[in-house]
């Protein structure tokens, strides 16, 4: 099946978790995407009743929206559960999130969650960080240039996310900053370095967050636990 497929088979698992009254994250992204539109489905149907959604995106927000699903904005409770896609998923469910470029709304989401379920298709899986994806850093946009300097300064390449002629503007008005990661490094060491560089506002790693991932292949849908 196409990867859009495997997707779709990633995502209805994860659907089928949320419960009725349950308030639930909603991830940002392509595969994500699926695991709302299955989500409005079963709310549509009768399946699940009195569900809210807190969106990670203002696109995952007009989606769940336009499916009728209830959208709350974050605040302090827990969530029962988050669902989101990852651009990379380590052995232990470690991940690079923030392709999508909606890292730091999904971090301030899936963090009060009680229960973090990733999707993927199985070209996310990675046998250690860094392999496939660069490392997404949402930055200020404010003085950049200089804390593009000061990660260089790190020694990490990268450069700033820019699909067009301007420069990529995340949901918080800020830009992203995709960091080659080197070949060797210890990703909570990193995480730290990072995050103590003035101007960094978030990064892409998700460390010890996830629970679980269905992980869909053309030999079907697995379990992954860290
Ligand atoms: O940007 C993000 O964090 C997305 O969740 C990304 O990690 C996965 O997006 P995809 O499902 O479209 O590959």
Do not use: C, W
Request: hydrophobic share 45%; no cysteine; proline share 6%.
């Amino acid at each position: 099946p196409d990867l859009e497929a495997l997707k779709e088979q990633a995502a209805v698992p994860a659907a089928l978790l949320v419960e009725s009254g349950m308030r639930v994250g909603l991830g940002t992204g392509s595969t994500a995407k699926y695991a709302i539109l299955e989500l409005g489905r079963r709310l549509a149907a009768g399946e699940v009743r009195g569900v809210v959604g807190v969106a990670t995106s203002d696109a995952s927000e007009a989606l769940a929206r336009d499916l009728g699903i209830p959208v709350e904005p974050l605040d302090p409770r827990p969530l029962d559960l988050a669902i989101d896609g990852a651009d990379e998923i380590d052995p232990g469910l470690n991940l690079i999130k923030g392709l999508g470029g909606a890292l730091l709304r999904e971090k301030l989401t899936e963090v009060q969650a009680r229960r973090l379920v990733i999707i993927a298709d199985h070209t996310k899986v990675v046998s250690r960080l860094g392999e496939k994806a660069p490392l997404p850093v949402e930055i200020a946009r404010f003085g950049f240039l200089s804390t593009i300097e000061r990660l260089r300064a790190l020694g990490l390449g990268g450069r700033l996310r820019q699909p067009g002629a301007q420069p990529f503007v995340t949901d918080n008005g800020n830009y992203i900053f995709d960091a080659a990661l080197p070949q060797a490094f210890d990703p909570a060491t990193l995480e730290r370095q990072v995050k103590g560089t003035l101007g960094v506002v978030e990064t892409g790693f998700f460390l010890g967050m996830a629970e679980l991932a269905f992980v869909a292949s053309p030999e079907g849908v697995r379990e992954v636990r860290g």
